[in-house]
Structures are given as structure tokens and as C-alpha cells.
């Protein structure tokens, strides 16, 4: 299907936890480029990183007023669980750098390790991950699927993200099978956010902002 192209791309900045996280950040950059204007920092980093870059830097600080989006990619993980008040502190001081509207700021969730995400573009399971076995364990499914996977490598991240449809799909299902859970909503609020960061549920939410890029698109 041809894509409705808008008269002006918006622009986003992407944080990334990791390596992996920003060579599939790569491929949106790539796929989507008709569309919207995704752009990342060379280094990793995420909130602390993008307080001090939109702060200090003029390339971010200039660009503030015309940012649409500011998105972070990171797994959550029990270590995070007592950070989100400093975290969100973050979120509403990025959301104010443009007058109305605000920036729109997502976060690209997923339980305890990005290869969670990567599995859901084969098959849709929701295993618990809570411990470093439990993590491995899905690293290998991973590289059952994708011989020759490595964190960072965008050959074979590519060929991943070339089936995210299927995981689009399967992520949208870990968040609706945890509505009897406790989950206040499948919207992408403040409260549901709090609730997945501070729950050791096995979830992401990574999907949301490709649906975003696809509604862009013409095509979601």
C-alpha cells in the first residue's frame, strides 16, 4: 500500500538502553525515513543523557520547539523498579521544552532483556524473566531463530525487525493478557506506565510507537 506522505516529517529523538536497542532504532530510522525524522545520540544512554543533551547541547536545544517525539528504548528489569518518580521527573521536564503542545514523550518497554522483544517477531509466549537463566534462555531462542545473532549487529537486527507486523501484533497481546492482572489500561498513560515499570510482569510496549510510524504511514 502507497503511504499518504504529510507535508511535514516529525522529528524524533530515540535514547537507547543498549546497543541492540539502537541498531533496531536504526532500522525504524531507515524503514520509516518518508515518513518521520528519527535521530539518536551515537552513545547510549536514556534520561539522565537526555536531560543533560537537551540541556547542553545546541543540536538538541535548538531543536526542542520543532521536536515532536522524544522516545526511550530500554528493558525494565527489578533494579528499575524504585526509579520511576526520578525518572518521570525527567519525562515532565522534556514534555515542557515545547510550548503547546508539549513533546510527546513515549516509553519503548520491554521485561528484562531486549531479545524478549526480538522473540515476539517469531512467536508470541510471555515467560517469566526474572532471573540471569531466564534471560539466557530467551538470548538462545533468539539465536535458534537467528543464527549468528549478536547484540548490536545490524545485520542480523535487521532481519528480525523486517518481521515486527507479526510482533506489533504479539506485543499488543502481552499488554491485553495483563488487564486481569491489575493493569489500569491498555492507553499509554502516566498511571499504566508506572504500574508495568513497578510490576514483574512480562510485557513491552515497544510495539505502540511502530503502530505510531505506521499511522503516519497510511498503513496502520
Known amino acids: ?25 536504526n532500522f525504524l530510522k531507515h524503514h520509516f ?14 534520561f539522565d543523557m537526555a536531560r543533560s543533551i537537551f540541556k547542553n547541547n545546541p543540536k538538541y536545544r535548538n ?8 522516545w526511550f528504548f530500554f528493558d525494565v528489569e ?19 521544552l515545547r510550548s503547546k503542545p508539549g513533546i510527546r514523550v513515549r516509553l519503548l518497554m520491554t521485561t528484562a532483556c531486549v531479545e524478549y522483544w526480538f522473540m515476539l517477531h517469531y512467536q508470541m509466549f510471555a515467560p517469566a524473566l ?22 548490536g549487529d545490524q545485520a542480523s537486527t535487521n532481519k528480525i525487525a523486517e518481521r515486527y507486523p507479526l510482533a506489533v501484533k504479539n506485543g499488543a497481546q502481552t499488554l491485553h493478557d495483563l488487564l486481569g492482572e491489575g493493569l489500569p489500561t491498555l492507553e499509554d ?3 499504566r506506565n508506572r504500574w508495568l515499570c513497578e510490576s ?4 513491552t510496549t515497544v510495539h505502540e510507537a511502530i503502530l505510531y510510524l505506521e499511522s503516519l504511514a497510511g498503513t496502520g
Not at 1 to 23: D, V
Not at 200 to 203: E, G, Q, R
Request: charged share 35%; proline share 3%.
Open 1 to 25: 500500500m502507497a503511504r499518504k506522505l504529510r507535508k511535514t516529517k516529525p522529528l524524533i529523538f530515540i535514547f537507547c538502553e543498549g546497543e541492540s536497542e539502537q541498531a533496531y532504532a
Open 200 to 203: 514483574s510482569k512480562t510485557f
Open 63 to 70: 531543536n526542542a520547539e520543532v521536536t515532536d517525539e522524544i
Open 130 to 151: 526474572s532471573t540471569v537463566a531466564d534471560k539466557e534462555r530467551v538470548r538462545h531462542m533468539l539465536e535458534q531463530r537467528v543464527p549468528g545473532y549478536k547484540k
Open 33 to 46: 525515513s518518508d515518513v518521520a525524522s528519527i535521530q539518536y545520540p551515537t552513545a547510549t544512554g536514556l
Open 189 to 191: 498513560t502516566d498511571e
Open 78 to 96: 527489578e533494579v528499575d523498579r524504585g526509579k520511576w518518580k526520578e525518572r518521570f521527573n525527567v519525562v515532565e521536564k522534556l514534555r515542557k
